[in-house]
């Protein structure tokens, strides 16, 4: 069974970094491209960061990029999210997801429940 | 960027009917095109990919068509579990993607 269990969420002040996790099991991490999608209260979804299974290839959403890295670590089975220069609009439930593709274009199978991020003084 | 646009934002059916949600891109995707459904509380599920094919075990009544710019969601008879949130992404691009806003499913 796959899972995907986020963890590294909390208060942060403005300003301060986080440093977000997701531990993926039941599958072969590094066979796929994982992602970070969040959702702040109330709101949409939105989609932050993805890796490539190498970690060759990276891409982010202009909201983030220059404050927040996405890495992984296929011996522990992690993906990682720092998160630098925190803002209020950062607050949000973050979740990892996983790829899944064939010649049709890939897409999200599996979805961690989220670990939820507020930026507040 | 691609920007993702669904129509419409929110929707009052009621069970048995037949409901379509339409989300349109700023660009060309061909057919990179995905839906998911939203309950609350709980993180999405994929129900459509690669703009109509049906995920694995997502009931038949859920349908997708269109490619290029436009594309639909059908859900062709609303059964009482079916009132969520729908969001349609775009995976045109090989590690960036983005979603529309979402249409909420509401009870009339």
């Known amino acids: 069974e796959v899972q995907l269990v986020e963890s590294g969420g909390g208060l942060v002040q403005p300003g301060r970094s986080l440093r977000l996790s997701c531990a993926a099991s039941g599958f072969t991490f590094d066979d796929y491209a994982m992602h970070w999608v969040r959702q702040a209260p109330g709101k949409g979804l939105e989609w932050v960061s993805g890796?490539?299974?190498?970690?060759?290839?990276?891409g982010y959403a202009d909201s983030v990029k220059g404050r927040f890295t996405i890495s992984r670590d296929n011996a522990k089975n992690s993906l990682y999210l720092q998160m630098n220069s925190l803002r209020a609009e950062d607050t949000a439930l973050y979740y990892c997801a996983k790829v899944s593709w064939n010649s049709k274009g890939w897409y999200f199978d599996y979805w961690g429940q989220g670990t939820l991020v507020t930026v507040s003084s | 960027d691609i920007q993702m646009t669904q129509s419409p934002s929110s929707l009052s059916a009621s069970v048995g009917d037949r409901v379509t949600i339409t989300c349109r891109a700023s660009q060309s995707i061909s057919s990179y095109l995905n839906w998911y459904q939203q309950k609350p509380g709980k993180a999405p599920k994929l129900l459509i990919y690669a703009a109509s094919s049906l995920q694995s075990g997502v009931p038949s009544r859920f349908s997708g068509s269109g490619s290029g710019t436009d594309f639909t969601l059908t859900i062709s008879s609303l059964q009482p579990e079916d009132f969520a949130t729908y969001y349609c992404?775009?995976?045109?691009?090989?590690?960036?993607?983005?979603f529309g806003q979402g249409t909420k499913l509401e009870i009339k």
């Open positions: 890796i490539s299974w190498n970690s060759g290839s990276i």
């Open positions: 992404q775009q995976s045109y691009s090989t590690l960036m993607c983005s």
